[in-house]
C-alpha cells in the first residue's frame, strides 16, 4: 500500500505514514479509537481510508485547509488562529500538509486554528471518515526492462500505475504521482505492486526505441498501454481510432494530442470539485461545441474521442506554454532518464543529428574572445595568456532543435547549447537525499580578488528574505583542502566565484580536481568560472543533483552579469532552468551557461509560491499594458493555476499561460509590485520590483 492509516501506539488517534515519500502525519483523537477500513467512498482519489468514532479529531502541521459540504461546494477556507461554528450537515475537510487529508463527518461542529493545528470538535461522539494520498513525488519502485523495444513498451506500460484518476482532474500536477523508476538489465521485470488503471485505451507504435520514447508521457497521461503496431495511432477497446500522424509528422502530432488533451481536461475539470473561474475555458467555450458537464461524466476513451474532434487551431492558442521539451537520444542510455521526464509531462523528440561537434556559434564566440583578448582587451575567467590549443578541452557541444516550451532538455553524449543537460546520476542522487531539517545552507566562494563585485551582490540577495531560514556562509580564498571540505559537506546550495582550468579549482595553494574526491555531498551549485563543465559533471557524478556551469570562456563582465542575475533569481523562487533561461538574456556570453543534471532544482519559493515575471509597457501617463508570465516550480507542475492578483481580476489562469493580459493603471501596477519582489522586463530593460520607479 502507497499510505497506511493506523492506530496511534503511543497516544490516542491515528498514524498517516506515507511510503513512498516516507512522510508521517499524526491525527489526535479524545479518545483511543479502532480504525475499521472505509465503507464508503470520498469524492476524491485517495491512496488509503478508515473509519474512526470520535467527539474531536486535531490535525498537526496544516498550512492551510478547506471546508466542503456534501456536494463538494466549499464553505469555508480557514485562517490560522481563527474559530468558527458550523451546524447541523455533512461536512468534507481537506487539509494540505505532510499528505494530502480528507476528513468527513456530520455537524454541528466547530473549528478552531493555532498556528500549527487545526481541531474538529463535534458535539457528541460521530462517525469521522479519514483518507489520505500521497503527493507521489517519488518513484514507488523500479521497473527492469532490457534495451528490447517489446519489453521498453511492456515497461512504459507500467508508468502509468502512478496516476491518481483517469477523471480530467489528472491535468492537476498533485494528481500524477510520480512514475516508477526504469532500470536497464539483463530481463524485464514489472514488480506485483504496480497496478495500472483501466482506461480502455492503448498506444501502438513500431518496435523501436525512438517512437517508444515519444509517446510514453502520451500513453503515462491517458493511462494507455505501449503495443506494436505498423502505424502509430491510438486506439480504444470501444474501436475508437486516432493515427498519430500529421502534415507536421509523428512526434508533432503526439505533442499536439497531449497538449489539446491537457488543456480540454484542464477546461473540464472546472464541472467538478475545483470549480473556478479559469480565465482559458471563458475564452473558448462560446466557440467550442462541448458540453462540459457531459465531457466530465464521459468514460475516457469517449471523453478523448470528443476531445480530438476539435480542431487544434481552436485552442491552440490557448495552450499554457508547456514547461519541458526534451530531445532524446533513442538508445538504452536515455530509458533511465525517461520516467523523470514523464513526470515533467515533457515533449519528447528524437533528436535528428545526435553526433557533438563543436557548433558554429560556439566557435565564433570563441574566435571574438581570442581576438578581443589578443588586442588587450576584456579580461575571462580564465588562466591568462592560455594557449589557443589548449582550449580544445572545452566538452563538444550540440544545438537541439529549438522548442517554445519554457525549458528543454537533452538527454544523450555531448554538452547541449540552449538546453539542460538531464542526467540520470543527478535524478538518483535526488532520490537518495532524505527529508532535510534546519535552515536552507548557501555557501559562496570568491577565489580571485578581481571578482569581489559579484561576491558582494551574492552576499547582499541571499538570505535577504527575513521569512526563509537561510544560513549563507562567505568565504574568499579557499585553499584546497577548505574548499574539499566544502564541497563535502551537506549544503544545499554552492556558488563558486572564480577560475577553473582543466585540473580542477584553482585555490590559493593550488588545484583540486574534483574527480579526486571520493563523494560530495552539496545538493545545487553554480560554477561560474571559464569551463567549468567538466568539474559541474564531476560533482553529479561524485554526489550533487543539479547546477550551472559553462561550455568555455566568459568574459568576466558578463561572467557578473549572469551571476548577479542568478542570485536574484535563485533567491526569489526560481529553479535552475527557468533561472538561467532569464538570466542568460542579461549578457552575451549567456549562451556559454547550461544547467546539468536536474534543472528542477531550487533553493527557495517564490513568496506567492510561483515565481513570475512582469513584462511591462507604459501605454499613457496612468496606463499600462503587462503580460504575467509565471514559471514552474516545485510541485506546481503543468496544470497547475494562479490567480493574477490585480486589482477587479478574479480568474485564475493556467502557469504559462499566453494570454495573461492586464490594462492596468499606475495604482494598481504599484499594489501588485509591493507584494512581493520579481524581476521585470520593462521595453528591453530588464530590472527588479523594488528598484522600478514610476
Known amino acids: 500500500m502507497t499510505v497506511s492509516i493506523r492506530a496511534a501506539?503511543?497516544?490516542?488517534?491515528?498514524?498517516?505514514?506515507?511510503?513512498?515519500?516516507?512522510?508521517?502525519?499524526?491525527?489526535?483523537?479524545?479518545?483511543?479509537?479502532?480504525?475499521?477500513p472505509a465503507t464508503r467512498e470520498f469524492a476524491y482519489p485517495l491512496d488509503g481510508a478508515v473509519t474512526v468514532t470520535a467527539g474531536r479529531l486535531r490535525v498537526e502541521e496544516v498550512p492551510g485547509a478547506l471546508l466542503r459540504d456534501g456536494d463538494g461546494d466549499v464553505l469555508a477556507d480557514f485562517e490560522h488562529f481563527s474559530e468558527r461554528r458550523f451546524p447541523a450537515g455533512e461536512y468534507v475537510f481537506e487539509v494540505s500538509g505532510p499528505v494530502k487529508l480528507y476528513v468527513a463527518?456530520?455537524?454541528?461542529?466547530?473549528?478552531?486554528?493555532?498556528?500549527?493545528?487545526?481541531?474538529?470538535?463535534?458535539?457528541?461522539?460521530?462517525?469521522?471518515?479519514?483518507?489520505?494520498?500521497?503527493?507521489?513525488?517519488?518513484?514507488?519502485?523500479?521497473?527492469?526492462?532490457?534495451?528490447?523495444?517489446?519489453?521498453?513498451?511492456r515497461a512504459v506500460s507500467a508508468l502509468p500505475s502512478a496516476l491518481k484518476t483517469l477523471s480530467p482532474e489528472r491535468s492537476f500536477p498533485t494528481l500524477r504521482g510520480?512514475?516508477?523508476?526504469?532500470?536497464?538489465?539483463?530481463?524485464?521485470?514489472?514488480?506485483?505492486?504496480?497496478?495500472?488503471?483501466?482506461?480502455?485505451?492503448?498506444?501502438?507504435?513500431?518496435?523501436?526505441?525512438?517512437?517508444v520514447f515519444v509517446v510514453a508521457p502520451l500513453a503515462y497521461y491517458l493511462g494507455a498501454d505501449v503495443r506494436p503496431g505498423p502505424v502509430p495511432r491510438l486506439v480504444g477497446d470501444d474501436g475508437f481510432e486516432h493515427v498519430l500522424d500529421s502534415r507536421y509528422g509523428f512526434e508533432r502530432e503526439v505533442e499536439r494530442v497531449l497538449k489539446q488533451t491537457f488543456l480540454l481536461d484542464c477546461l473540464t475539470r472546472t464541472e467538478g470539485i475545483y470549480d473556478v473561474p479559469l480565465h482559458e475555458r471563458a475564452a473558448v467555450e462560446d466557440g467550442l461545441d462541448l458540453d462540459f458537464a457531459a465531457l466530465y461524466d464521459a468514460d475516457p476513451t469517449d471523453r478523448l474521442a470528443r476531445y480530438l474532434?476539435?480542431?487544434?487551431?481552436?485552442?491552440?492558442?490557448?495552450?499554457?506554454?508547456?514547461?519541458?521539451?526534451?530531445h532524446v537520444t533513442p538508445d538504452a542510455d536515455s530509458v533511465e532518464t525517461l520516467p523523470f521526464l514523464v513526470d515533467d509531462l515533457a515533449v519528447v523528440r528524437t533528436p535528428a543529428d545526435r553526433e557533438p561537434t563543436r557548433n558554429r556559434s560556439q566557435l565564433a564566440a570563441i574566435e571574438e574572445f581570442t581576438r578581443t583578448r589578443a588586442a588587450g582587451g576584456v579580461a575571462t575567467r580564465s588562466r591568462a595568456g592560455r594557449a589557443r590549443d589548449e582550449e580544445t578541452w572545452s566538452p563538444p557541444v550540440i544545438e537541439p532543435e529549438s522548442a517554445d516550451s519554457i525549458e528543454q532538455a537533452w538527454v544523450g553524449p555531448g554538452a547541449p547549447v540552449g538546453a539542460s543537460k538531464a542526467l540520470p546520476q543527478a535524478f538518483r542522487n535526488r532520490l537518495d537525499r532524505g527529508e532535510k531539517e534546519g535552515d536552507v545552507e548557501i555557501v559562496v566562494v570568491c577565489n580571485d580578488d578581481e571578482m569581489l563585485d559579484e561576491h558582494e551582490t551574492a552576499r547582499g540577495v541571499y538570505g535577504s528574505r527575513e521569512e526563509l531560514p537561510f544560513e549563507v556562509t562567505f568565504y574568499e580564498d579557499l585553499t584546497t583542502d577548505r574548499l574539499a571540505i566544502v564541497l563535502e559537506?551537506?549544503?544545499?546550495?554552492?556558488h563558486y566565484i572564480g577560475h577553473i582550468e582543466r585540473e580542477g579549482f584553482r585555490c590559493s595553494d593550488g588545484m583540486l580536481d574534483v574527480r579526486e574526491l571520493d563523494a560530495v555531498a552539496m545538493d545545487t551549485f553554480f560554477l561560474n568560472a571559464c569551463t567549468s563543465y567538466e568539474q559541474g559533471m564531476a560533482l553529479i557524478e561524485k554526489g550533487a543533483v543539479g547546477g550551472i556551469?559553462?561550455?568555455?570562456?566568459?568574459?568576466?563582465?558578463?561572467?557578473i552579469r549572469v551571476g548577479k542575475a542568478m542570485s536574484r533569481l535563485l533567491n526569489r523562487g526560481f529553479p535552475l532552468r527557468a533561472g538561467l533561461n532569464i538570466a542568460a538574456e542579461r549578457s552575451i556570453v549567456g549562451n556559454q551557461y547550461i544547467v546539468i543534471g536536474d534543472g528542477n532544482m531550487d533553493i527557495a519559493h517564490a513568496e506567492s509560491l510561483i515565481p513570475n515575471l512582469l513584462e511591462v509597457n507604459q501605454t499613457d501617463e496612468d496606463t499600462y499594458d503587462v503580460f504575467y508570465r509565471s514559471y514552474y516550480a516545485g510541485r506546481l507542475g503543468v496544470g497547475t493555476m494562479t490567480r493574477p492578483n490585480f486589482e477587479g481580476n478574479d480568474e485564475h489562469y493556467l502557469i504559462g499561460s499566453p494570454v495573461a493580459d492586464f490594462t492596468v493603471d499606475k495604482q494598481s501596477l504599484r499594489d501588485f509590485l509591493s507584494l512581493e519582489v520579481i524581476p521585470l522586463q520593462i521595453g528591453h530593460d530588464f530590472a527588479w520590483s523594488d528598484e522600478f520607479s514610476f
Open 549 to 559: 556551469v559553462t561550455l568555455d570562456e566568459v568574459i568576466n563582465s558578463g561572467a
Open 105 to 153: 463527518l456530520s455537524g454541528p461542529m466547530t473549528v478552531a486554528l493555532d498556528a500549527v493545528t487545526m481541531t474538529i470538535t463535534a458535539d457528541d461522539p460521530t462517525e469521522m471518515l479519514v483518507g489520505a494520498r500521497s503527493y507521489h513525488e517519488r518513484p514507488a519502485t523500479t521497473v527492469t526492462t532490457t534495451d528490447d523495444p517489446h519489453d521498453l513498451m
Open 309 to 326: 474532434d476539435v480542431p487544434f487551431d481552436a485552442v491552440s492558442a490557448y495552450v499554457p506554454q508547456w514547461k519541458l521539451t526534451a
Open 9 to 36: 501506539e503511543d497516544d490516542t488517534g491515528l498514524v498517516i505514514e506515507d511510503r513512498i515519500e516516507q512522510r508521517q502525519c499524526r491525527l489526535r483523537t479524545d479518545t483511543a479509537v479502532s480504525p475499521e
Open 178 to 211: 510520480h512514475p516508477p523508476e526504469l532500470a536497464v538489465g539483463e530481463e524485464l521485470h514489472v514488480p506485483e505492486m504496480l497496478t495500472t488503471p483501466d482506461s480502455g485505451l492503448h498506444v501502438e507504435v513500431p518496435p523501436e526505441l525512438g517512437p
Open 489 to 494: 559537506s551537506e549544503v544545499d546550495y554552492f
